[in-house]
Protein backbone atom coordinates (compact mmCIF):
# COMPACT_ATOMS: atom_id res chain seq x y z
CA UNK A 1 0.00 0.00 0.00
CA UNK A 2 2.77 2.07 0.05
CA UNK A 3 4.69 1.88 2.87
CA UNK A 4 6.83 4.47 4.56
CA UNK A 5 6.00 6.47 1.24
CA UNK A 6 2.27 6.37 1.00
CA UNK A 7 0.35 9.79 0.61
CA UNK A 8 -3.05 9.58 -0.35
CA UNK A 9 -5.41 12.84 -0.06
CA UNK A 10 -7.68 13.51 2.66
CA UNK A 11 -6.17 11.56 5.22
CA UNK A 12 -4.93 12.40 8.57
CA UNK A 13 -2.34 10.38 10.63
CA UNK A 14 -2.17 10.25 14.37
CA UNK A 15 0.43 8.78 16.36
CA UNK A 16 1.72 8.77 19.91
CA UNK A 17 5.40 9.82 19.47
CA UNK A 18 6.39 6.05 21.71
CA UNK A 19 3.27 4.00 19.24
CA UNK A 20 4.85 0.86 18.06
CA UNK A 21 3.02 1.08 15.32
CA UNK A 22 4.57 4.81 13.95
CA UNK A 23 7.87 2.77 12.84
CA UNK A 24 5.82 1.44 10.08
CA UNK A 25 3.43 4.85 9.19
CA UNK A 26 4.61 7.37 6.68
CA UNK A 27 5.50 9.43 10.20
CA UNK A 28 8.28 7.04 10.65
CA UNK A 29 11.74 8.25 12.23
CA UNK A 30 12.95 5.00 12.27
CA UNK A 31 16.47 4.08 10.36
CA UNK A 32 16.09 3.99 6.52
CA UNK A 33 12.63 5.66 6.78
CA UNK A 34 12.14 9.06 4.61
CA UNK A 35 12.04 10.70 7.75
CA UNK A 36 9.07 12.77 6.33
CA UNK A 37 8.11 15.77 8.38
CA UNK A 38 4.80 15.69 10.39
CA UNK A 39 2.30 18.92 9.59
CA UNK A 40 -0.40 20.59 10.65
CA UNK A 41 -1.12 22.58 7.64
CA UNK A 42 -4.19 21.24 5.89
CA UNK A 43 -3.92 20.02 2.33
CA UNK A 44 -6.64 21.39 -0.20
CA UNK A 45 -9.11 18.61 -0.70
CA UNK A 46 -8.66 15.96 -3.35
CA UNK A 47 -4.65 17.04 -3.28
CA UNK A 48 -1.69 15.24 -1.16
CA UNK A 49 0.51 16.42 0.96
CA UNK A 50 4.09 17.11 -0.30
CA UNK A 51 6.16 14.12 -0.59
CA UNK A 52 8.22 15.30 2.32
CA UNK A 53 5.29 16.17 5.08
CA UNK A 54 2.20 13.79 6.65
CA UNK A 55 -0.60 15.65 7.57
CA UNK A 56 -1.10 15.01 11.52
CA UNK A 57 -0.24 14.95 14.55
CA UNK A 58 2.02 13.08 16.81
CA UNK A 59 1.44 12.83 20.46
CA UNK A 60 4.36 13.36 22.33
CA UNK A 61 5.16 11.16 24.92
CA UNK A 62 2.34 9.23 24.24
CA UNK A 63 1.86 5.36 23.01
CA UNK A 64 -0.72 3.66 21.14
CA UNK A 65 -4.30 4.64 20.76
CA UNK A 66 -3.21 7.47 23.54
CA UNK A 67 -6.23 9.94 21.50
CA UNK A 68 -8.59 7.47 21.71
CA UNK A 69 -8.79 6.69 25.42
CA UNK A 70 -8.35 10.20 26.32
CA UNK A 71 -11.83 10.81 28.04
CA UNK A 72 -12.20 7.39 29.22
CA UNK A 73 -11.37 8.04 33.13
CA UNK A 74 -10.94 5.49 35.94
CA UNK A 75 -9.09 5.99 38.95
CA UNK A 76 -6.43 3.48 37.64
CA UNK A 77 -4.47 5.90 35.76
CA UNK A 78 -1.30 3.64 36.30
CA UNK A 79 -2.87 0.40 35.29
CA UNK A 80 -2.31 -1.31 38.29
CA UNK A 81 -5.73 -3.08 37.77
CA UNK A 82 -5.29 -5.81 34.93
CA UNK A 83 -9.23 -4.49 33.93
CA UNK A 84 -8.67 -1.02 33.33
CA UNK A 85 -5.93 -1.64 31.00
CA UNK A 86 -6.73 -0.40 27.73
CA UNK A 87 -9.80 1.91 29.07
CA UNK A 88 -7.46 4.02 30.70
CA UNK A 89 -4.91 6.54 30.28
CA UNK A 90 -3.53 9.59 31.58
CA UNK A 91 -3.36 12.03 28.69
CA UNK A 92 -4.24 15.34 29.19
CA UNK A 93 -7.82 16.49 27.23
CA UNK A 94 -6.05 19.27 25.70
CA UNK A 95 -3.75 16.93 23.31
CA UNK A 96 -6.72 14.48 22.53
CA UNK A 97 -9.15 17.70 21.81
CA UNK A 98 -5.95 19.37 19.69
CA UNK A 99 -6.00 16.18 17.38
CA UNK A 100 -9.89 16.16 17.33
CA UNK A 101 -10.37 19.83 16.44
CA UNK A 102 -7.45 19.59 12.97
CA UNK A 103 -9.46 16.42 12.20
CA UNK A 104 -12.46 18.52 12.28
CA UNK A 105 -11.18 21.48 10.31
CA UNK A 106 -9.65 19.07 7.71
CA UNK A 107 -12.95 17.26 7.33
CA UNK A 108 -14.85 20.57 6.40
CA UNK A 109 -12.42 21.58 4.49
CA UNK A 110 -12.31 17.70 2.61
CA UNK A 111 -16.29 16.78 2.66
CA UNK A 112 -17.01 18.55 -1.04
CA UNK A 113 -15.13 16.29 -2.39
CA UNK A 114 -17.85 13.53 -1.19
CA UNK A 115 -20.65 15.61 -2.45
CA UNK A 116 -23.29 13.37 -4.30
CA UNK A 117 -21.49 10.10 -3.89
CA UNK A 118 -18.75 11.33 -5.95
CA UNK A 119 -15.12 10.59 -5.03
CA UNK A 120 -13.62 11.94 -8.12
CA UNK A 121 -11.55 14.88 -6.68
CA UNK A 122 -9.31 12.07 -4.59
CA UNK A 123 -5.97 10.93 -5.60
CA UNK A 124 -3.85 8.24 -4.56
CA UNK A 125 -0.52 8.35 -5.33
CA UNK A 126 2.49 5.40 -5.64
CA UNK A 127 5.63 6.49 -5.26
CA UNK A 128 7.29 5.73 -9.23
CA UNK A 129 3.62 4.87 -10.42
CA UNK A 130 1.76 8.16 -12.32
Not at 14 to 26: C, H, K, T, V
Not at 31 to 47: A, C, K, L, W, Y
Request: hydrophobic fraction near 30%; glycine fraction near 10%; include cysteine.
Amino acid sequence: YGGWHINPSNTMFSSGEYDPWRALSPASTEFGSPNRTTTQDIPERGVPPPNDTVFGIVYRDMVHVSDMRALLNTSDVNHQNFSTVGFSSPISTEPFYAGVGLFQQALEAWLPCFANGSYGDMTFHFPGYP
